[in-house]
């Protein structure tokens, strides 16, 4: 059941919970584009893991407001009003792709709301010193982040045509990528339940327009707003080795910059296996125990 939460600023976040009531909090951060109904855990499985799971569509997505604007550390603020509004004190995050700069900036800027943080096929920072950021990326995100770099206008127009085909058909995303998709990418998405899950995200992330996209990617390919070195809370970075999305440099780099983090690299994996992990990595978050 979707509730709204309202930011100081007048703005309205659209918010879900799944799991366990009264559970171990655990923000979980959407992907790009995404929305608050992406691909998660069964309630069961959250059940069982004692996890109380929140989701929310990040600006311009969905149900919540734009924000024009925003960096990546703005995210800290909506996810400390959706806390108190829940009446949480502490709380764990994680973000599976463009979600991952996300649930950082909540560890660098709440270190005292947040117990730990575990990023799933996540990106570093446009300006990673000593990273070739589009190093391993495969060509449509390499034209997709090009362009952003050109500017919110340019990229917007750009973004616009693709944004309205995949409002019209959201499986189109899916087979319009599935060309650069390595073997194991290909096998997740046949997958009849998580290809439903993901249609049904993307579907909610463009229903209104692509604000939220554009933001994101304009984020991404400037000044993040937070310090890594920040960063005081356990931190699990996972990435598959043959992701063309996000690639494996992009975490291998934050774990230099991180002096929390510990690193996990699942050699057959690519980008979607990040769908199939976060069940290994929930009980991480909220009970310490071995990183997936």
Request: glycine share 10%; charged share 20%; hydrophobic share 45%.
């Amino acid at each position: 059941m979707t509730d709204v939460v309202c930011t100081a600023d007048g703005r309205r976040l659209a918010i879900e919970e799944r799991g366990k009531p009264g559970g171990d909090p655990v923000f979980l951060l959407h992907g790009t584009p995404g929305s608050r109904v992406g691909p998660c855990p069964r309630g069961s499985v959250l059940y069982r893991l004692g996890v109380r799971l929140i989701t929310f569509d990040r600006p311009g997505y969905g149900e919540s407001d734009r924000l024009i604007g925003r960096s990546v550390a703005t995210v800290a603020d909506d996810v400390a009003t959706i806390a108190d509004k829940l009446g949480l004190d502490r709380f764990s995050v994680v973000g599976r792709s463009g979600g991952g700069p996300h649930a950082l900036a909540c560890a660098a800027l709440l270190p005292d709301r947040v117990n730990r943080v575990a990023v799933l096929v996540g990106l570093a920072p446009h300006a990673a010193e000593g990273l070739d950021w589009f190093g391993g990326m495969t060509e449509s995100n390499i034209v997709e982040y090009t362009i952003a770099l050109a500017g919110r206008s340019r990229f917007a127009d750009w973004l616009a045509p693709a944004a309205q085909e995949i409002r019209t058909d959201p499986a189109s995303l899916i087979a319009g990528l599935y060309a650069e998709l390595p073997e194991d990418d290909r096998r997740m998405v046949s997958n009849p339940g998580v290809r439903a899950m993901l249609v049904a995200n993307y579907a909610e992330a463009l229903r209104h327009s692509e604000d939220g996209w554009i933001d994101d990617a304009i984020a991404f390919c400037s000044p993040w707003g937070f310090d890594l070195a920040a960063i005081t809370a356990p931190t699990l970075l996972w990435h598959g080795e043959k992701d063309r999305f996000s690639p494996v440099g992009h975490s291998r780099w934050l774990a230099t910059r991180i002096r929390t983090a510990t690193m996990r690299v699942e050699p057959g994996a690519a980008h979607f296996g990040a769908l199939a992990v976060l069940p290994d990595v929930l009980p991480w978050l909220v009970s310490g125990g071995q990183a997936a």
